[in-house]
């Protein structure tokens, strides 16, 4: 039982590194092997946990086990075909473990908190949010920025700051994310964050049980005020006389106040003029709507989050036509990731163009000429190569020239086995073509990527989408 206490801590210093989903995908059971002063021998579910623990969370795991034991120097990982006996009594289910060690914490909080001390209330506050995850495009700079420059110096810098633009362009996920980064810089402030409509309803509450005096009490002891779309306030004079009342003693306190809204201060018209007066004391800065390429981005990062590739040109498509907001981004990717769990089918670009049509996201143009894209028929190695550097979206001379960059080497690869596999063309001749490669790297290129495409299912349908449109 001493290994079963010890793991439990070891995986207690484990769940503040790592997101919520990683540890419940790849920890599922865990027990203790061996151990002496220098390693310890973890047993896991499969060779797949073990080879993404490995590659993943080595790091993580081997300071969470030093924090339990300060001489360990090594850890390892091997599987267990028996781990699922119930009589093992060392073996510990991570979601279950997981699920109990937050049941603790939030009863903790709940007696040691009170409202006012950090407000980290349960789905409130997202801990993935983070300023290195979030995506700057040139229409977003200056608010980032701007956060940033309060995260470091709160209380010093840019106080009140206003935070303006249109719904789901990641207002939210910006003042988070300085909340977290300035809650783990000053754990001993009381940094809030809120929105606008649980300031409501906690103000009707207060009103209800003549309490409004304790409810602005609470609110002045507050260093960081941040209030999330305030926009809900319109019309609402009772809530905005008390926030403006709030705003004054924070303001004359010092202490820093941040509010998004989804319209610029002068174009609040259902607001006090008093408060609208109160939010441009600071300093006012807009988010505008990402161009093609930021879109693009986002998409392939979001994508990344969640393990799952999306081709290129699919991935393009939905980006060129997809272009009010991150929301409908995520939206589509998710029906993408949900289709291929739920038939193991990957995405196909007329299908995908289909969906988006009857969404109404694309135009009956946009179809017309995305249906109408012609298949080319080969007559010599440079087709394949112009249909695979168009596929991949990288210039013929990184397919041809030596370079060892993964993004390369797939490309070039799906190269020579195309030419090997489909025009009979014999690895000499390759070689050849790939001047500076010799007759065994072409044959191990090759084979390499044989193996890739038996795993990879996302590989194999890059590979049958250049195939249909050289008629291979």
Known sequence: MEKNYKLKNILLNLIPEIKKQDFLVYFRKISILAENNEKITFWVVSTFMKNNLEA??????????????????????KVDNEIDNPSNLNVINCATFLKEAWKKVNKKDTKKQSIGSTMKEKNTINSRYDFQNFIVWVD??????ACEAVAKNPWKSYNPLYIYGDVWLWKT???????????????WKKVVYTTADKFITEYISAVKKRKVEMLRQKFSDIDV???DDVQFL???????????NIFNLLYDQNKQIIISWDRAPKELENLEPRLRSRFEWGITVDIGKPDFETRLAILQEKAREREFMVPQDIAEFIAANVTENIRELEWILNQLIAEYELTGKTPELNKIAEKLKKLSFTTDILWANKKETAKIQIKSYEDIIDAVSRH?????EWILWENRKK???IPRQVSMYLLKTKMNYTYERIWNIFSWRNHAAVLYSCRKLEKLIKKDNVLLNELNIIRETIWL
């Open 407 to 409: 993004e390369f080497m």
């Open 392 to 396: 991949f979206w990288i210039e013929k």
């Open 56 to 77: 993943k969370f080595y790091d993580k795991i081997l300071r969470a086990t030093q924090k339990e034991k300060e001489t360990i120097e090594k850890i390892e990982f």
């Open 225 to 227: 005020l941040i209030i």
């Open 173 to 187: 996920h910006l003042l988070q994310a300085t909340w977290n980064d300035i809650y783990k810089k000053y754990k």
């Open 140 to 145: 977003n700079q200056l608010a980032f920025s």
């Open 234 to 244: 319109a019309k609402k004079e009772q809530t905005q006389n008390e926030l403006y």
